[in-house]
C-alpha cells in the first residue's frame, strides 16, 4: 500500500528495455545521440512547437532552477505560489542558480488566482532601485496540492504577467497528469496560454530519472545550454537520459501512464469518500488530501501502508479526531492495493 508519492514507484517497463536497448555500443555523448534527435522531434510535435528547444536533465528541481536563471536577473524575484515547490522543496535552487533573485510568494494554499497574482506584482517594484524588480512568473501543474489548472486558467494568469512584460514559467514536475485530467492540447495548456519555458517531467510518471525543460522560444537557448553545463547537469553519458524519455514519448506511453494515476487516485478517492473521509483540497488528478480519524491512521500504519500524514499527530490522545493525508498514486498503483487500503481504513481488517 504505497502512496508515499509517484517517485516511489517502479520504472515502467518499456523505458527499462529503452536503458537496456541504449547499452549497446557507442553513442555520440552531450546529447548528440540518435535518440536525443527523435525527443526533439517528438516534443516539438506534441507541443506543436516547431522552433522550441529541448533540453534534458536528471531532476526537477535542476530543470525548475536552470529554466528560471535563463528567466530571471539576480535583481529580480520570482512570483510563484506560497506552496510552490521552488519554494518549499528545493533547498534555495531558484535563487542560486539564478544568481540570487528571490521568490514573492503569492497567496493561496492550492491554486494562485489571477487576482492574487495581480496584487502581489502590483506590491513589488514599486520601491525602484531599492527594491527587487519583478521577474518571471512560476506556475506549477498539477499544483503542490493536486489542483489542476485548465488552459483558460493556465491563459488568465498568463494574461496578468503579460501586462507587466513578465516571462512565465512552469513547473510541469506532473504536466502529463494535468493533461491527462483535462481535454486541452499541451500546447493550449502552455505556449498557447502564454508560457515561455516548461519543465516537463518524467520521473514521476515512470521514468527512472529524466526531466525535460522546453524552452518555446529558441532565442533562450544558448543561454540555457550554458547555464546546464556550468550547472553540471550536462550529462556526459546522455543517451541514458535520452533513451528514456524517447521510450516514454513513443505512443502515448506518458499519457496513458498518467491516466492510470489519475483513474487509481479516483478510485481511491471514491473510495475514501464512501468511508466518510473528507477532502482538504478538491482532487483533480493523482494527489488525494484526505482527512480522516486518526484510529484509521493507526490502523493503516500498523498494516504497513505508506503514506505521509500531512497535519496532526498519530499518536493523539482522541482516536476520532481527524488527521490529514497526503496519498499520490503513480501509474503501478493496482486495485488491490487500493482495496487493501480502504478496507483498513473501514476497519474491515484487522
Ligand atoms: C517532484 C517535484 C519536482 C521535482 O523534484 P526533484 O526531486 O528535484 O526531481 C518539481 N516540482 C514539483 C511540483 C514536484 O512535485
Redesign the pocket.
Known amino acids: 500500500m504505497y502512496f508515499a ?3 516511489s514507484g517502479p520504472v515502467l517497463p518499456e523505458v527499462m528495455a529503452a536503458l537496456t536497448r541504449a547499452n549497446e555500443g557507442y553513442a555520440m555523448p552531450y546529447g548528440a545521440d540518435a535518440d536525443m534527435e527523435e525527443v526533439r522531434t517528438r516534443l516539438r510535435e506534441v507541443f506543436e512547437a516547431p522552433e522550441a528547444a529541448v533540453y534534458l536533465v ?7 532552477a536552470l529554466a528560471l536563471a535563463t528567466l530571471a536577473q539576480p535583481y529580480q524575484t520570482v512570483f510563484c505560489s506560497a506552496v ?3 519554494h518549499e ?2 533547498c534555495n ?1 531558484p535563487e542560486f542558480y539564478t544568481g540570487g533573485a528571490k521568490l514573492t510568494l503569492v497567496p493561496t494554499d492550492n491554486k494562485m488566482t489571477p487576482e492574487a497574482l495581480a496584487a502581489s506584482i502590483a506590491g513589488e517594484g514599486t520601491r525602484g532601485v531599492h527594491g527587487p524588480k519583478r521577474g518571471p512568473v512560476s506556475i ?1 501543474n ?3 496540492r493536486g489542483g489542476v489548472y485548465s488552459a483558460a486558467e493556465i491563459a488568465a494568469l498568463c494574461a496578468v504577467a503579460q501586462q507587466h512584460d513578465l516571462p512565465v514559467h512552469l ?4 504536466f502529463a497528469n494535468a493533461l491527462a485530467s483535462t481535454n486541452a492540447t499541451p500546447a493550449q495548456m502552455t505556449w498557447q496560454a502564454g508560457v515561455d519555458v516548461l ?1 516537463f ?1 518524467g ?2 510518471n515512470g521514468c527512472m ?1 529524466v ?1 525535460a525543460v522546453i524552452l518555446f522560444d529558441p532565442a533562450r537557448a544558448e543561454e540555457f545550454e550554458f547555464r546546464r553545463k556550468r550547472g553540471g547537469h550536462l550529462f556526459s553519458k546522455h543517451r541514458y537520459l535520452s533513451a528514456q524519455m524517447a521510450a516514454y514519448l513513443r505512443e502515448d506511453l506518458w499519457l496513458q501512464a498518467a491516466r492510470k494515476a489519475n483513474d487509481a487516485a479516483a478510485d481511491l478517492a471514491h473510495g475514501l469518500r464512501d468511508a466518510g473521509a473528507g477532502f482538504l483540497h478538491d482532487p483533480d488528478a493523482n494527489m488525494l488530501f484526505p482527512t480522516f480519524s486518526r484510529a484509521a491512521h493507526q490502523r493503516l500504519h500498523e498494516a504497513g501502508a505508506k503514506y505521509y500524514l500531512w497535519e496532526g499527530d498519530l499518536d493523539g490522545a482522541d482516536p476520532d479526531e481527524h488527521l490529514s493525508a497526503r496519498l499520490v498514486c503513480d501509474w503501478s498503483a493496482t486495485d488491490d492495493n487500493i482495496n487493501r487500503f480502504l478496507a483498513h481504513l473501514a476497519g474491515a481488517q484487522s
Open positions: 508519492s509517484d517517485n536528471a531532476t526537477g528541481t535542476a530543470a525548475n510552490a515547490h521552488i522543496d528545493e535552487a506549477t498539477v499544483t503542490e513547473d510541469g514536475a506532473r519543465s517531467g520521473t514521476k530519472g526531466e
